[in-house]
């Protein structure tokens, strides 16, 4: 157990669950802001948020990100896939497919139309009851996708994509997805690359919010299931 305790701070240097996982206790992380009052983090976590905006960063100039929050039904039943980790991949093939699909109708129209891949972080927990959830991070190239549009707007946005995929995922009608998708206050930020003159840097931020998802508390170990993970490349 030594090797797992900070004698000096009485801190854990490790996961007690996952011995793997090393324990992150300061208020930033390579300089951004971290939401220190939920931590301690996951220091592997918090790498791969920052690896993962680097990524979008560095193939778009301009970038959207928004946080999304994705919960089971309570009184529906789910096939057995829904309480794996399967049903998170599922979404965000879904969703990117919806993607694709809207760059290629675009492009059809016309060839300036931008491209956009799909970038994502998230994070599963579990709440009471045993229930699971997922929060989620969602990067996109802001000159293919300014933000997200309004919830219940009645057009196809963001979020009417992201209620069908995650519908899609679970096995469930589109009619049965009232309250399963939720969006935070605040949930977008805008990122410039670089940085100009006149712009406002949301990515401290943005990176702020996120480490929210690297936090060790609520997480489970053990189960044959991630807690957390990410888009590649």
Known sequence: MSS?????????LRHPDNANLRLY???TFEGFPLMVEKGPF????LSCLRHTIDLTLDQYPRVVAFRVDLHLPLDIELPDYAYTNQVISRFFEAFSGKIE?????LRERSRYARGCKVRYVWSREVGQGGRQHYHVLILLNRDAYYGMGRLGSGRVNMISRIEESWASALGISLDNISGLVHIPKNAEYRLNRGGQPGDTDELPALFHRA???CKMATKSYGDRQRAFDTSRG
Not at 6 to 12: E, G, I, T, V, Y
């Open 42 to 45: 996951i220091r592997e976590y």
């Open 101 to 105: 699909y809207h760059r290629r109708q």
């Open 4 to 12: 797992l305790l900070n004698n000096s701070k009485r801190q854990l």
């Open 211 to 213: 480490s929210y998802l």
């Open 25 to 27: 206790y300061d208020d």
